[in-house]
T-cell receptor
């Protein structure tokens, strides 16, 4: 196990709703990254938080937003859900913001279905 | 554009035979390369990475990968496959993005080891 926990495991929402996904980082890790993994594809980088500040963002619209708390846990919020938002959402924690040098430890993910 | 390609959606190997999972990349500057494995209903697990140094990188579970700069490849290998190696494998490369380094994942290769 990686020590990264995500909740909930599964979630079903309808189009237009809002959703919050949660991630608890591995102890001591100050960086968290969120990824979207559509069925049959590799994970796509959404954004990264380092010490409670957004530190990089992928090609996702502003309705995808996040928070990192002082204990380094994190939330991913998605507003105005669309059918294409259906995916596995992965959280990964690391020690340090340089993802190239620091190993990321992934949670098992939250599977979001938008109907 | 920075990218990573896994040309094979699926690789089938008999147990005990050597296996190779292919990966090619395109990135500006020196590449940082990674391999991750994903088991059903689990998050991604780090296998190995190349940053600098010896072109042959050894990782977890007996896997290794060979960095080839002239061919821009980073193929994953194992001398003798096990049935338990059956999983989804992702190659990833570092990309520079704004103030943070993000990891770009390939689309994945499903490795199936038959007894």
């Amino acid at each position: 196990e990686t020590g990264v926990t995500q909740s909930p495991t599964h979630l079903i929402k309808t189009r237009g709703q809002q959703v919050t996904l949660r991630c608890s980082s591995q102890s001591g890790h100050n960086t968290v990254s969120w990824y979207q993994q559509a069925l049959g594809q590799g994970p796509q980088f959404i954004f990264q938080y380092y010490r409670e500040e957004e530190n990089g963002r992928g090609n996702f619209p502003p309705r995808f937003s996040g928070l990192q708390f002082p204990n380094y846990s994190s939330e991913l919020n998605v507003n105005a859900l669309e059918l294409d938002d259906s995916a596995l959402y992965l959280c990964a924690s690391s020690l340090g913001a340089q993802l190239a040098k620091n190993i990321q430890y992934f949670g098992a993910g939250t599977r979001l279905s938008v109907l | 554009a920075q990218s990573v390609a896994q040309p094979e959606d699926q690789v089938n190997v008999a147990e005990g035979n050597p296996l190779t999972v292919k990966c090619t990349y395109s990135v500006s500057g020196n590449p940082y390369l990674f391999w991750y494995v994903q088991y059903p209903n689990r998050g991604l697990q780090f296998l190995l990475k190349y940053i600098t140094g010896d072109n042959l990188v050894k990782g977890s579970y007996g896997f290794e990968a060979e960095f080839n700069k002239s061919q821009t490849s980073f193929h994953l290998k194992k001398p003798s496959a096990l049935v338990s190696d059956s999983a989804l494998y992702f190659c990833a490369v570092r990309a520079l993005y704004s103030s943070a380094s993000k990891i770009i994942f390939g689309s994945g290769t499903r490795l199936s080891i038959r007894p």
